[in-house]
């Protein structure tokens, strides 16, 4: 037992479990509501769904408040500025989608106390991510947060789509994992050792070789997959328009945040020094993964699926901040992907207020007029949706204004040809913003200019009010006076450098 | 008094906050009305005291020369500043915009009758948009009122327009979107390479101006710059979206965005492109005179050819707009001093054009000009409204268009290089002529024979209103520019002074035979 390092196994305990407490309060709250749900009647599935909240919110408060700090098990998770973050993320995200769930679930007919368990693992497994320093970690946290994930895409048991989208999201889930499996093999075989750290500084030393630039390849590509950029997008519109939407929500925020934070920390940490290899790649995919989302949602009109792929062209402005490397770019990402996860939730909001009764309320159709008897939620959606398109003073244009910023100020400082595929990145990404906003537009056409609103009361519940106001207030309050939460990316920013 | 552009800026949101709270229902319709208006109103007299103290020294900032500045940190972590501050070019659009906010708010008394609440609430956060395009003096705040002010636009035209108005609404946004993300990947270049040199994260414009930016980084700024400033002027060939918009607009929209929204283009070369970018402006001056000067033959050529009332007007303002650009990109002081004069000019007439326009499509629902003839007849107050107008459009003597048009050709022909490019605007003005006088005489003259035309009411009092002051500014600008020139003369000079140093005199009272006062 020469990994306690003299310790004795309790002290060793104390002092490793502390950096993942949040994780196995997760852990530890969804097994008891696996356990204890049987023993439940159908109708007591309130008490999973409290339970689940309170457990986020214990995960939540100790994440925040907790005075946990450094490396644990040997150097396989951390918990850092990064982490810490990213964790706070995944856990709001995670609590939104809860809140977001429980009233749609009753309209759904499929109220189940597992859902709650399954989400709690999956956000585990986020946060797992956010912390792991290691290869076999990295791998781990992938799983575990993926595998319930699929469960949740196909949780409407009764619907063809559901049940697709399910199917769909696991097989090339399960593929862009083996990719990923084997690139980390491969970077094992090259490198010696599976910790991030020393990989990075074995590849200092490392001549370009095949091995490598394949591993790098396979490497970068799984997670291509994971955070849905072009074109390894495929299964995304399928899997989010089959989702229950609260899934959907979960997805788009939750696992895609996931996906980029260890994709980050693998290319600063680790692949640092062979930027070279994968950056052209990534400029290109950047590039596709921005336009080919957005010229796929413009004729979209399952608000669904255009939002799927909205998602997906967002995903390519957060890889602008990974393209562009520097202090500034993860900043830029960091800052992106919180300022995402409020505006997209506060939309996936909406459409969940509009899945009542009978109607599915998915159609772009089922907005019209909305202006006319829902003046406040009209102006609330208007409001994500130009925050979505960058326009100030919202917070998606600072969100906006950042990978702009990553990507001009890399270009001012490298030269040649490396400067104008960058300027290039840039110009395409601001011209992608206009196309955006003509099928955000497209919606607020809908709601504003035209009247005839099928009227029939919406899916009002206190979960869905909170989730609206708190992006709402976070949306606007991230674009007015986006100062706290810039300080706050820019901590989150120094562990990767 | 040291927050005045604050509350200058914002005071319309304070008519936002109330019509928002208003009881519901139509019945409240009218208060609202009154609500938008006394706002409107008031916003033009607390903007009153920017040029009653302009030249008290209390509010010079004795660095940079500019009025009221405030500042306060607003972003610190990349040097975002919130900072006021005007000069005499700013004052001048500032009174510009209150002055026609009000009047087009006021004019749309009985145009809109449906969703009356949410029109005048989006009329407000439009001021309040322009307002602060003209006063920030920190990039960042810059571009975030100047992204700010589309969505009220849009909505305007987009609810309230014409029957195209999806289209024209949905044009407008994407086509100045378009220029503005060029524009801002522009002020990031200059932003980061401020930093390069100085070390200092900061938007502050006038900072800017001392950076020594080599020519070709200075050339890529200047096109993302131009692409965006170009679009909103707009100057040929950028143009196509203002027929759209201009057509399809609520005549309040169309008054607003001629008199206001297209000079937040021109000012912003005259503010940042000209002094930030001196030697690109240098070097691209002969394309963009010539863009300029196809802009004053194209519009006026196109204008001519038009059916409709409010089209013909449209393309009035690409060629109008075309002779501010002359004379701004010929930076010689007078011309440069003459073209910000003619974007005041511009929205004087034009919004005034459109106005009247107007009060004859609420009348009898149409523009076009084959539907209308004689009306001098029975409208001899419109009558005249409509000549005086027309006549400060052309550029008569006596008139605003007259001193604007004059200075600039003046100014254009004192640089030995450019003087070619007055006759391109001396041949824009005989087209003006030339399309203004036909519209008016196929309007108002000839006979009356058409029933429906023969019982339009003449000009109501609230109709009068919303042009004498309008008429009054024509006259004064016409007879006595100096009122407004002498505030032009120090930011004008500075201005040349950077992009031509010691190439030419700076203007003073005397430099020019109509500027001249006290002799």
Known sequence: MDFLAGQDVLTYLKDNVVIIRPQLVLILWGLVILCVMPLLHRGRTIYAFMYAVIGLLVAGFDVWWGSQSGIAFNGMVVFDSFTRYFQLLFVVGCLISALLSYHYLEIENEHRGEYYALLLFSTAGMMFLAGAIELITILVGLELMAIPTYILVGFLRGKRRSNEGAMKYFLLGAFSTGMILYGMSLMYGIAGTTKLTEIGTALTVQALSPLLVLSVFLIIIGFCFKVAAAPFHMWVPDAYEGAPTAVTAFMSVGVKAAAF??????????????????????????????????LAAV?????????????????????????????YGIV????????????????????????????????IESFKGMMACKPLLAILMLLFLLSLGGIPPLGGFIAKYFVFAAVIKEALTS???????????????????????????????IMFFEDDFVPSKLA???????????????????????????????????PLL | MENI???????????????????????????????????????????????????NVQYIDSETGMRFVFKADWIPTIGAQYSFGIDGISMLLILLTTLMGFIAILSSWTAVTERVREYYCYFLLLQVGMLGVFMALDFFLFYVFWEV????????????????????????????????????????????????????????????????????????????????????????????????????APTAGSVILAAVLLKMGTYGFVRFSLPILPEATMNL????????????IYGGLVAMMQKDMKKLVAYSSVSHLGFCMLGVFVVTPVALEGGILQMINHGISTGALFLIVGVLYERRHTRMIQDYGGLSQNMPVYATVFLIMTMSSIGLPALNGFIGEFMILQGVFADPINRLWAVAGATGIILGAAYMLWLYQRVMFGSNDNPKNQLLPDLNLREIVTFVPLLILAFWIGLYPNTFLQYLHEPVNEIVEIVRPGEFEPVTEHSTSIGRSGE
């Open chain 2, 5 to 55: 552009l604050t509350i200058v800026c914002f005071f319309p949101l304070l008519g936002v906050a109330l019509i928002v709270v208003w009881p519901k229902g139509k019945e409240h319709d009218q208060s609202i009305k009154w609500i938008a208006n006394l706002v409107a109103l008031i916003g033009f007299f607390i903007s009153l005291p920017l040029i009653t103290e302009f030249n």
């Open chain 2, 285 to 296: 001056m002969p394309w963009l005179l010539f863009l300029s000067a196809i802009g004053i």
């Open chain 1, 261 to 294: 934070a260890i994709f980050f920390r693998i290319c600063f940490v680790a692949l640092g020094d062979v930027r070279e290899i994968y950056v052209p790649i990534l400029t290109l995919i950047a590039i596709l993964t921005m336009t080919w989302g957005n």
């Open chain 1, 460 to 494: 009002f519940s206190v979960g869905v009010f909170i989730v609206l106001c708190v992006s709402g207030l976070l949306t606007l309050l991230t674009g007015i006076y986006p100062q706290p939460f810039i300080e706050l990316a820019r901590t989150a920013a120094v």
């Open chain 1, 299 to 327: 004729t979209q009109t399952n608000l669904k699926r255009l939002f799927a792929y909205s998602s997906i062209s967002h995903a390519g402005y957060v890889l602008m901040g990974l393209v562009a490397g520097s202090e």
């Open chain 1, 415 to 445: 030269s040649g040809s490396q400067a104008i595929y960058l300027v290039v990145l840039a110009i395409v990404g601001a011209l992608n913003a206009v196309v955006a906003l003509y099928y955000y537009l497209r919606i607020v056409v």
């Open chain 2, 149 to 248: 002010m589309l969505v009220p636009m849009y909505f305007i035209i987009g609810v309230w327009g014409g029957p195209r108005k999806l289209y024209a609404a949905i044009k407008f946004f994407l086509y100045t979107l378009a220029g503005s993300v060029l524009l801002l990947l522009g002020i990031l270049a200059l932003y980061f390479y401020q930093y390069q040199q100085t070390g200092v994260w900061s938007f502050d414009v006038l900072s800017m101006r001392s950076l020594d930016i080599p020519v070709d980084l200075q050339w890529w700024i200047f096109v993302a710059f131009f692409v965006g400033f170009a679009i909103k002027v707009p100057m040929f060939p950028f143009h196509t979206w203002l027929p759209d918009a201009h057509v399809e």
């Open chain 1, 332 to 363: 830029a990402a960091a800052v992106y992907l919180f300022i995402y996860t409020f505006m997209n939730l506060g939309v996936w909001a909406v459409l969940i207020l509009m899945r009542r009764g009978d109607i599915q309320g998915e159609d």
